[in-house]
Every structure is written in structure tokens, then in C-alpha cells.
């Protein structure tokens, strides 16, 4: 009945009716999402954040406020995230967002033209995929190798196609849990500058790190101010509050204000404002060091049981940190269908990984599993299940 | 340093710019923002919601939530809003906003296709001007009369343009405060389903009336689901939650579904909980019989002070309701100047009129006062000086 535009066509809602399809159904074990574990929200300290803030400021809160964010956001974001990462930027280099996701959007939005290049991973976030689509831009793979984008096919591709920007995941990636390390991330700082190309530094996870030493952010070696780095509160505080941070050159901060001026003329003040108290109280290390064992055990507790009840032939990442653990068979099997028995008949859940690909059929045979939402002996049980189907696809 | 995208060049700052430059100065009377008046949010019933909320549901609010929005809200509006104004929708029919103005840019987004026709007031709301620019739209306006929209016009562009939608404010229109009376709500319903064409009611300001009888919105007449509401609980409980609900066919919320998760994945849980029981608290009614008197004294008091100071060669509008005053001075007066010397010289700011016409050399003369912001005596006292430099551009 109705004639919708031709974006809205090019984009598939496949991969997202994928992962909720079986997420909620009754009983069942999902390892679909991308969620914190519920056990790790900090209900009392929000609550005490929220009454203090409603005590002390509640006009400036729910009367409308700036595109740019809350001064109280940015000041704590600079004090408690940004300099202890060695990232040097001040209030005009920051926006606040209503989750890092909006970003990606904005972002997109102000520098493509239809058919500017975009350079990526692949997989790679597919949020990510269906907005360069959304803007017709030309997605090119970079190669990774076990530890990222390679940078001698980074160049060569930098050189050859001249992209807009560099879109990547660089800690604990979605979906595969690839983390970039420390000489790649100043190499691709130092290429962004060279051949003046934007890197999008998309950085959500890099807090759950759960063994292993923390790699400074690809901003820390930004000196020009090519990098747009997104950061995220949704894993670290929660994610039903939506908010985030861009921190770039404080141009494009100002174009970025603009686009999201058009969309939702600016983040809810009491959400960003719960997440600076949250800072400026000193309780973010403190929950980060809760929250962390908590992730560790259902990691351990999925890697066992991969090693127990999956096929040998399945072939498993095993990270150091972030929310999936990221897996293949070998051969033409369709993880679609392997997702629709394991879901009817043993009532486990994952999502198959052929949408976090450019080309949906290189990733058929894979699958990303979250371990973050699930207690340890839930995990065993699921996976247990899980590789009862995945048997039954390999030789 | 940074090449940006096509569009961010085809739209000027300058009218935002334009609202925000003296807003803020110090000592300043600011008629610029469309601001709720402070003295009316709901503070301590806000305060107690949060807590009960918390108390109850924190899991499930801190937590990622879905992207139509919570379901909560979504009954809470058809029970509260939909019904009561004979407006016919289920939950498949709605979808919660991060404010309602992200609505615009999502049915903008979902519809339209560079070059495609769109039907508008002019003057209009400069949001919508600029998603429409936004989006390569040709953007054509309506004849208005002291009613709105003419709908003998409104036909002939319609045969004319085959428009994908056509973009109304039915009720206290910004800037002009215009209201389209019941017998052209019911027939633009009705021009829609003969031309198959849709209709996006935007109606953030429709209780805010304080004279004259309530009218029912486009949307009651709609029945094959041509019209899209975009509601807003901005300006009757606080615009810093950001929370606004669309009502549209399910194929329409299906497909603004899709292009909502590329943007900010779902509208933050808390802020949708804290609109929902507000209204299942029944609070609405008292609420907006609290803030009324406010607001009538305050567009009496400007009315008044119009009468009082202004030249007579002004002409405003005196509106039954809303947030606006609209006006114009006779001849070639370019209302910037006039900015400039009222806000340097008088301490007064208010808004040019250019920014809200598709074509902005016909706006040059107009402008915008809001009378919600500020207290009688202070709106009497601004009114005399901006009416002390009024008369300077008047022979």
C-alpha cells in the first residue's frame, strides 16, 4: 500500500529478526544478544545518583538542553576516561550521544556521498553494515589476520581506493573478539595522518578485559585529529540509559552536532547526568573490578564446554576480554538452519554470522555465541545442547 | 582539513544559530527558545516514579530494551491519548521516540527518494525544512489562510505534485500558532485516502489551549492509515526525557522500526517508564489543568504588552494556544538587524521569521516571540523594549 524508499529495501532486517527470533522465547538459552549480564547494574548507586540530581537540579534536567551534551558529561568524561587513556581532547572535541550506535549513524551521515569508499573488517559490526549500505557507500574489506586489520593491505587499500573513512572495532571486536594490538594501533594512527583518511575508532568493549594487559585507545596516538573515537557507557554502567561520547576534531564535532540537531535534537539530560555522577563518584573502577570476574567465569565456563560438547571440527575463538566467543564449522553448512534446530528442537539460540559480513555468503558456516547474559551452569547446558546439533553437521 | 558530506553544505546553521547566540547571555529576556515553562514540570511525582520504577523493574529498565519501545508506554498512550481523542490504534501501531522530533527525520528517511515531492506550510517548523533539504526533497508549499492549510490548494498540488507525504502542525502551529479547524482535519483525512497519498501530523502543542474547544486530531479520521502522528511529551510533562510516540499503520512503524535501529537502537527504558505511568497515575489531567492558567496569563500578558508598546504598523497573531506569538513588520526590514540591535541594545532576543519559509527572503520582515519562558512582569518589560527598537524600523 504504501511506497517506502529505496534504502529501506536495500537493507535486510534478516540478521535482526535472527537474533530476537529466539531470544524470548519461552525457556529457552540464548546466546544471541549482545547484553550485560543483569546482575551487574549498579540499581543503588543510580538510584542515590538520581535523587541527588532531582534534588539539586531537576529544572536544568527536564527542561530541554544542548545538542552538544551536558557540560557535567563531558567535563567527567575528559577526567575519568579520556586522560587515563591518554586521550587529549577537551569540551568542543565531545558529543554526547544516545548510545555509541547513534554515532556510527552521525558519523556516516556527514562525511559520505553515495559511492564513497569505506574501509572495514570483515565481519564486522552489522549495525555498522547496514548504515554504509543505508548511504550506498562502497564497503572494501581490509584482511585480518588473528590480531586485526593487516597493515600492509591497510595501505595498499588506502592508496588504491581512497576511502572516506576506516571503520573498526579495534578491542574485543564484534563479532569475532579480535583485539588490535599496541603497534598496529599508533601504525594506523600514523596511516590516517599520512593519507589524511578518518579512522572511526568504535570502542565499546574495551573495559572487559579479562586477561592479559589494557592497549591504549587508536585516539591516544591521534595528534592531527583524524580519529573519531565512540565511546560507550552501555556495557560499562547500562545500556538501557543510552548514552555515549564521540570525541573528534572538534569540525567534525560541529558538523556531528548538526546531524543531530535533525534527529533527536539532543540526549536526556538525567541519563547523561547519571553517567558523570557515576564518574565523578569514583565508582567506575570499582565497578569495572565487580564486573569483570563475573564476565571471566562465563567465558571460562563457555570455552569448557566448547571444548566438552562441541565437535572437534568447530573451530572457536577464545578472547581475552569483550561479550562473544566467535566460531565456524568447516564445509557448505548453512548456520541459518543449524539455528533453526538447535532452537526447536533443543531450545539453544545463537546468531548465525553470515550478516556481519560484506558478502553474507563468506560467513554461512559461523556463528558468535555471548556468554555475558548467562550464569556459568546455564552456559554448560546450553552449550552442551548446542553442540548436540553441531555434530550432526560435520562428518 | 575534513571533506564532508553534500548535505551538511545545503544546510545552514544560521537559524539555529540564530535561536541560541543571545539565549543565553547574561541579564538577556530570551522570546527565542519553544521552551516549557520551568515552573511546570512535575518534579516531585517524576522523583516518585523513578523510585517505584527502580524499586520494581530495575533489571529490565537498565537493560537493553526493544526497539518499538516499551510496551508499558505504548498501552499507557492508547488508553491515555489514543482513545480518549478517537484515535483507533493497537501497540503494532506505535513506536516511542527519543523526543518526537526524531520522527521526523525517521518517516522522512523511510518515504522519501532524492527529488521526490513533499507538501508543506510555509512558514513551517525549521526542523523539517532542514530534514527535508537533508534528504534532496522538493519541498512545495500549501496556501495558508488565518486557518491553515487551504484545502482547495492543498487538492490542486496534490493532483499536481503526487507529493510522498504532506507535513502539517494542525494546532498552534510553530511559528504561527495557526490551527486548522475540524472540517479541514476531516477533510485532508479524507484527501489522503483518495489520492493515496500520507499525512504526517506533527501535534507536540495540542494541549495547550486556552481558549476555545479542543479539536479532534487528523489522525481520528484516518481510516486506512494514511495519517502518521507524531506526539510529543515534551511540552505536557518535561522535553529533557526526550520521549515522543509515533501512531501509523503497522507497515509504516515496521519499516521506521528498521531505520530506528540504525539510529540510536531503542529510546532509553526509564525516560519511557517515567511518560507511562505518569499517565496510568492519571496525572496528565491534572497536570495540564495546573500549567494552563500558567501559560494563558503569560500569552495575555504578551498579547497585552504588544498592544501597549509595540507600533501599530506590527502585526501579530493572538493565538488560542501553544507556545508562539508570530509577527511582521510592513516593508523591506531585515528582523537579523533587528536581533542584533534589540539583543546589543535592549538586552531582548526573539527569533527571525526566514528560517521557517522554504524560501527565506519572504520570512525577512517576520518573527517569532515565545511568551512560555518567562514570568508577566518580565514578558511586559521585554515586550516595551523590543518594542522601543520595533519602532525605529517603522516610518
Known amino acids: 500500500m504504501f511506497k517506502f524508499s529505496e534504502y529501506t529495501n536495500k537493507i535486510s532486517t534478516d540478521a535482526i529478526s535472527d537474533i530476537l527470533k529466539y531470544m524470548t522465547a519461552p525457556g529457552i538459552i540464548a546466546f544471541s544478544g549482545g547484553s550485560p549480564a543483569k546482575e551487574t547494574f549498579p540499581v543503588d548507586a543510580i538510584k542515590v545518583i538520581i535523587d541527588e ?68 573488517e570483515s565481519p564486522t559490526f552489522l549495525t555498522t553494515i547496514m548504515v554504509l549500505k543505508k548511504l550506498s557507500a562502497k564497503s572494501i574489506p581490509v584482511d585480518v589476520d588473528k590480531n586485526g586489520m593487516k597493515m600492509d593491505d591497510l595501505e595498499e587499500k588506502i592508496k588504491k581506493y581512497s576511502p572516506k573513512f576506516i571503520y573498526t572495532v579495534p578491542t574485543f571486536q564484534n563479532p569475532t573478539g579480535l583485539t588490535l594490538p599496541t603497534e ?64 573528534a576534531h572538534k569540525d567534525i564535532i560541529a558538523k556531528v552536532t548538526l546531524a543531530k540537531q535533525l534527529d533527536d535534537t539532543h540526549s536526556p539530560n538525567l541519563n547523561q547526568i547519571i553517567c558523570a555522577e557515576f564518574l565523578n563518584k569514583g565508582l567506575l573502577p570499582g565497578h569495572i573490578q565487580k564486573i569483570i570476574p563475573i564476565y571471566a567465569e562465563r567465558l571460562e565456563a563457555m570455552l569448557n564446554a566448547i571444548k566438552k560438547y562441541f565437535p572437534k571440527e568447530a573451530v572457536c575463538t577464545k578472547p581475552e576480554g569483550g561479550l562473544f566467543v566467535w566460531g ?46 548467562n550464569p556459568p551452569e546455564i552456559i554448560d547446558e546450553g552449550i552442551k545442547k548446542l553442540g548436540r546439533i553441531l555434530t550432526e553437521y560435520v562428518d
Not at 576516561?81 to 554526547?96: M, Y
Not at 580519529?227 to 564521540?246: Q, Y
Open 53 to 120: 540530581a532531582l534534588t539539586k537540579d531537576a529544572v536544568s534536567i527536564l527542561q530541554y538542553g544542548s545538542t552538544g551534551g551536558r557540560p557535567e558529561l563531558k567535563k567527567a568524561y575528559i577526567e575519568h576516561i579520556a586522560k587515563p587513556k591518554g586521550i587529549d581532547v577537551s569540551e568542543e572535541n565531545l558529543i554526547t550521544l544516545t548510545g555509541s550506535n547513534q554515532g556510527i549513524g552521525l558519523i556516516a551521515d556527514v562525511l559520505l556521498n553515495p559511492g564513497d569508499t569505506v574501509l572495514v
Open 184 to 247: 598496529r594501533r599508533e601504525k594506523i594512527a600514523a596511516l590516517a595522518e599520512k593519507y589524511g583518511v578518518i579512522i572511526i575508532e568504535d570502542d565499546p568493549y574495551c573495559e572487559l578485559r579479562y586477561k592479559g594487559e589494557s592497549l591504549p585507545p587508536i585516539k591516544s596516538f591521534d595528534k592531527k585529529g583524524y580519529v573519531v573515537l565512540l565511546s560507550s557507557f552501555s556495557k560499562i554502567i547500562a545500556p538501557g540509559l543510552r548514552v555515549g561520547v564521540m570525541a
Open 328 to 373: 565456524s564449522l568447516p564445509g557448505d553448512v548453512n548456520m541459518k538452519d543449524v539455528l533453526n534446530r538447535a532452537a526447536t528442537e533443543e531450545k539453544v539460540a545463537f546468531v548465525p554470522g553470515a550478516p556481519f559480513y560484506l558478502n553474507e555468503i563468506d560467513g554461512k558456516n559461523s556463528f558468535r555465541l555471548n556468554f555475558s547474559s
